[in-house]
């Protein structure tokens, strides 16, 4: 699977979008993106994926541009309960592909009040 | 969404004692689930992907001696981390999904310290 690039920590006002960028240069036609967060000594929790165009569900968006080397994830309206490390994981969809999942360092967003 | 169950949420044990935690799932059958270790300040480690009915298969360098893992229904992966030493203390996270194709569903985990 591709390997992702992650800023290692960022900030975000309380209210204010947050948008956390993903760098995924080597990923494949038939690679997904995922989301995923973690909160503090918590499993990870699931936000969103996509393979091409741009999703949206109630938890956040995912913008996935044209040559696919690049996502973002954005919190419309960050709360403090956002804070969190968040992972963006590209694994292969579909057939016996074993589903695993790499984890990255992931970025440490912090909501400010 | 689907439901992953870990059991216990915390243990302690003593060295060189052997300790069994729980992966269940709830509302899906998962003939495969996959087994995760995370030392603070550190992402998750996949360990081993846990097959029911066959031999699970562990990442490189994960001693499968020292973790045994059983999956022996559709419902229900352990991990036996067997005479556990200080250095063995980890968050356990367990993780499953409904098929291949899905999104996987992470436990809340397991904190085992070794004293």
């Known amino acids: 699977d591709a390997k992702t690039t992650q800023p290692t920590s960022m900030d975000c006002a309380e209210g204010r979008a947050a948008n956390l960028p993903c760098n995924h240069s080597?990923?494949?036609?038939?690679?997904?993106v995922y989301w995923y967060r973690q909160i503090h000594s918590q499993g990870p929790q699931y936000i969103i994926h996509?393979?091409?165009n741009n999703e949206t569900n109630e938890m956040a968006s995912l913008i996935i541009t044209e040559d696919r080397k690049s996502s973002t994830l954005i919190l419309p309206h960050a709360t403090l309960r956002d804070t969190a490390v968040y992972y963006c994981?590209?694994?292969?969809?579909?057939?016996?592909?074993?589903?695993?999942?790499?984890f990255g360092t992931g970025t440490s967003l912090t909501v400010i009040p | 969404g689907a439901v992953v169950s870990q059991h216990p949420s915390r243990v302690i044990c003593k060295s060189g004692t052997s300790v069994k935690i729980e992966c269940r799932s709830l509302?899906?059958?998962?003939?495969?689930m996959f087994w995760y270790r995370q030392f603070p300040k550190q992402s998750l480690m996949l360990m081993a992907t846990?097959?029911?009915?066959?031999?699970?298969?562990?990442e490189q360098g994960v001693e499968k001696d020292k973790f045994l893992i059983n999956h022996a229904s559709l419902t229900l992966s352990t991990l036996t981390v067997t005479s556990a030493h200080p250095e063995d203390s980890s968050f356990y996270i367990c993780?499953?999904?409904?098929?291949?194709?899905?999104?996987?569903?992470f436990g809340s985990g397991t904190q085992l310290s070794v004293l």
């Open positions: 993780s499953a999904s409904p098929s291949t194709n899905e999104k996987l569903f």
């Open positions: 080597t990923i494949s036609g038939n690679e997904y």
């Open positions: 996509g393979l091409k």
């Open positions: 994981i590209v694994r292969v969809g579909g057939g016996n592909t074993g589903n695993q999942f790499y």
């Open positions: 509302d899906f059958q998962a003939t495969t």
């Open positions: 846990s097959n029911e009915g066959s031999k699970a298969t562990y």
